[in-house]
């Protein structure tokens, strides 16, 4: 199992490359910054940014999880996909 630090990292690296499409967002480390903060999509679930999560740490995110880990920072957001792995959440 990675480490907090290393889902952390990971995370940062998906969150870098979604958060650069959208100039109006900042650098806040807000999940939400992975999507345009000026006109958010109606579903994000099964998104380009929740596809690479879920590919980079071989877990699911249904859409509860999806809006939950929206209104997340990264760091909260790294501990909770450590959880989604111990609670066996895993891609099949």
Known sequence: METLTQVYEALRGIYQKHRRKYRE??????MCCMWSTNNPPDIIEGTEPFEAI???FGIVIDEDEALELY???????AKRIIDL????????
């Open 25 to 30: 967002n900042s650098d806040s480390e807000q």
């Open 71 to 77: 209104d997340m920072t990264l760091q909260e957001a």
């Open 54 to 56: 879920e590919a980079a």
């Open 85 to 92: 792995q111990r609670q066996g959440k895993i891609q099949r």
